[in-house]
């Protein structure tokens, strides 16, 4: 494996782990202000991965059906979203500011059910990093290492967010700050083994590669409108959340045009 792959894979991993490491320099946790402003701003780097590093290059990987190319991208934005709904139904998990679990009854402490919730949306995550790199490897024309890298510093940049928001809750409902970052780091590594195990099953994947573009494409923007939106207007109403998903979003278009 190609050592930029290798970097690549990592970024996303490297992002949640710095974020995690705030709860060792902020004493304490986040205000709802600042926490909805973070997750407007992760949620606009993932539409705007989704749209310009997914989904339109999936569009242009079928581009001998003509007409028709549309058909696999759709196709595997529907499997993307289905596959993320089964996870919510199968996967006891508590999204943040919220009481109720999720999924099946479980006996789960509400500290590792937070911690699910996390790790269930960097799944896809990873997915759509390892497809690409996938794509990259396979020598496919349509795929740069710098657009690889556009995407995976993108999801490294919303994680950073991500890791800060997972471990400082945590901090505050009273557990000490070495495990807090350990549960905010443990949430980022499903990133790498996903992306590693997609990597790993290039062979399989080049073929099918519009299909699972988009299907990463489906699954970061089912987590964007079933978690972050809401999150990210919990509360007093504000336009905070809204201008943070503009300004992630605008960062994200400038990556990948810029690097890929």
Not at 36 to 53: C, D, E, P
Not at 164 to 174: C, D, K, T, Y
Not at 179 to 204: H, K, N, Q
Request: net charge negative; hydrophobic share 60%; aromatic share 8%.
């Amino acid at each position: 494996m190609q050592i930029e792959v290798i970097q690549g894979v990592l970024i996303p991993f490297a992002g949640t782990t710095l974020g995690a490491a705030c709860v060792f320099f902020m004493k304490s946790a986040l205000s709802q202000m600042v926490q909805r402003t973070l997750t407007g701003f992760a949620a606009g780097v993932m539409v705007a991965a989704s749209i310009w590093s997914l989904l339109l290059p999936a569009i242009e990987e079928a581009s001998a059906m003509g007409a028709w190319a549309f058909l696999p991208a759709v196709i595997g934005f529907w499997i993307g979203n289905l596959f993320l709904l089964l996870l919510d139904h199968i996967v006891p998990h508590l999204h943040r500011d919220s009481e109720r679990p999720e999924g099946p009854k479980s006996a789960l402490k509400r500290t590792t059910m937070l911690v699910f919730a996390v790790t269930l949306h960097n799944i896809p995550e990873g997915m759509a990093v390892g497809v690409v790199f996938a794509g990259f490897l396979a020598g496919d024309e349509m795929i740069t290492i710098a657009g690889a890298m556009a995407l995976a510093l993108g999801i490294a940049i919303q994680n950073f967010p991500e890791g800060a928001i997972i471990s400082m809750p945590l901090r505050a409902e009273g557990i000490k700050k070495s495990r807090a970052f350990l549960y905010g780091v443990l949430s980022g590594m499903v990133e790498p083994m996903a992306a590693v195990l997609t990597i790993l099953a290039a062979g399989f994947i080049v073929p099918f590669l519009p299909y699972l573009l988009s299907f990463a494409a489906g699954a970061m923007l089912y987590v964007v409108v079933e978690e972050l939106i809401p999150e990210m207007s919990a509360g007093e109403h504000s336009n905070l959340g809204v201008l943070s998903f503009a300004a992630g979003f605008t960062v994200m278009l400038a990556l990948d045009v810029a690097l890929g």
